[in-house]
């Protein structure tokens, strides 16, 4: 079982839509959970930090964690031609891990207008 | 600009070379990583330094060696390149080990011929 695991792009979706990227992973013991946008050829951008559970919302962009169920996601409204990228899913799991995170694979988010 | 910034951007090398690549940041941050970005896009952690102590250490060949002169700056030498250390490689820093957001340089595409 991959530590962190993403929905299987890619996902495809309308301008103005919505976009719901997932992200599940196997440390229970997991504190911190980020999501990152990397655009093709750049480096990973922060655009979500959650830390406990619920819903945390920035702009267009909400984040959601449910601990119990080892999982995080992250929706995107109104979605625009400029939010295709790989949306990478990032996980603290605390404790002597230092501050290492663990990728998902990433999810490739194509939004056509 | 307040960054990480990595130099080289981009390293062309043969077989069996020696190269370093250099990362520093002006966030004020005290702790710095290494990751590794493949062929596949998948990013994984290599190395960490707080305030110069090494903290991770994942498995990776002893031919990669890190060094961080300070809490603003952390090197990586790579001895004897192979084929498969063709790779983009990123710096990141966070602010302690706790699992803070950790903010990306823009990478060092680094390719073996």
């Known amino acids: 079982q991959k530590e962190v695991e993403q929905n299987s792009g890619p996902l495809s979706v309308p301008e103005g839509a919505i976009a719901s990227l997932n992200c599940t992973y196997s440390d229970r013991g997991s504190q911190s959970f980020f999501w990152y946008r990397q655009y093709s050829g750049k480096s990973p951008e922060l655009i979500m930090s959650?830390?406990?559970?619920g819903d945390k919302e920035d702009g267009r962009f909400t984040a959601q964690l449910n601990k119990a169920s080892q999982y995080v996601s992250l929706l995107i409204r109104d979605s625009q031609p400029s939010d295709s990228a790989t949306y990478l899913c990032?996980?603290?799991?605390?404790?002597?891990?230092?501050?290492?995170?663990?990728f998902g694979q990433g999810t490739i988010l194509t939004v056509h207008p | 600009d307040t960054a990480v910034s990595q130099t080289p951007k981009y390293l062309v090398t043969q077989m069996g070379n020696d190269k370093s690549i250099k990362c520093e940041q002006n966030l004020g941050h005290d702790t710095m990583y290494w990751y590794k970005q493949d062929s596949k896009k998948f990013l994984k952690i290599m190395f960490s330094?707080?305030?110069?102590?090494?903290?991770i250490n994942e498995t990776v060949p002893n031919r990669f060696s890190p060094k961080s002169p300070d809490k603003a700056h952390l090197n990586l030498h790579i001895n004897s390149l192979e084929l498969g250390d063709s790779a983009v490689y990123f710096c990141?820093?966070?602010f302690g080990t706790g699992g803070q957001p950790q903010h990306f340089g823009d990478g060092t595409r680094l390719s073996i011929l």
């Open positions: 990141a820093s966070s």
């Open positions: 990032a996980v603290n799991a605390g404790g002597t891990s230092y501050g290492k995170l663990t």
């Open positions: 959650i830390y406990s559970n």
């Open positions: 330094y707080n305030n110069k102590e090494l903290i």
